[in-house]
């Protein structure tokens, strides 16, 4: 089990169904979680650790602003007539201060998705990456990345508790695992509540798994 300690001054974790008013979610789904540590390792291939479990606990309270943005659906050429954009307003989450446990015992294959980030962390200059390093859209970058260790001077700042997001049968968020970009039939969620607990690795078996297969109710 590894801990990844990330801080985003601005972010919004889209709800899946928000078109005109684009909510936000309180905390990243797992897959949101996934894709910025395969961007952290320098992995383009996303199907390279299916299997790995991602659990995001939120630290701290972020603040919920909301702004009105232009955005642009290609429905005529040439791309800059104006019957292709709209306003939209956005809510946004600022700052975000997150953990994020990985569990690799569920992966098969080669290097584990735990093994690499624990590597990108204690060397980065041997990544092979490219761009900024973002945690849902590509603009909301992140500030901080590094390995969470209990104790340490580093993270006397946190507080003592936070709030992870565990399955639940019955739980009060539901979330994506694994993403269709094209038609989203294909997007595969997981039910879970935010549950305040203190900063320790959760049971794996709490954790959401990373998988491209529709998860049974």
């Known amino acids: 089990m590894l801990g990844v300690y990330v801080t985003v001054p601005v972010a919004c974790f889209r709800k899946g169904l928000a078109r005109e008013y684009l909510e936000t979610e309180v905390i990243p789904p797992p897959a949101t979680c996934y894709g910025a540590l395969l961007s952290l390792v320098g992995e383009t291939d996303r199907r390279s650790h299916v299997g790995a479990r991602v659990c995001p606990v939120l630290l701290n309270e972020p ?3 909301v702004v009105l943005r232009t955005v642009w659906r290609v429905k005529s050429k040439p791309l800059g007539s104006p019957g292709n954009t709209r306003p939209d307003y956005q809510q946004l989450l600022a700052p975000v201060e997150l953990l994020i446990w990985i569990d690799s015992s569920d992966e098969s294959g080669g290097r584990s998705l735990e093994d690499r980030v624990r590597l990108a962390l204690e060397r980065p200059g041997e990544v092979n990456r490219f761009g900024g390093l973002s945690l849902g859209e590509s603009t909301h970058l ?10 340490a001077p580093r993270f006397a700042h946190l507080p003592e508790e936070g709030r992870a997001f565990l399955l639940a049968d019955r739980g009060r968020l539901t979330l994506p695992v694994w993403v269709d970009h094209v038609g989203s039939a294909g997007t595969c969620y997981v039910t879970g509540d935010l549950v305040v607990g203190p900063l320790t690795p959760p049971r794996p078996e709490q954790m959401p798994r990373i998988t491209p297969e529709p998860v049974p109710a």
Do not use: K
């Open 63 to 65: 603040a919920i602003s």
């Open 142 to 151: 992140v500030d901080e990345v590094c390995r969470f260790e209990a104790g």
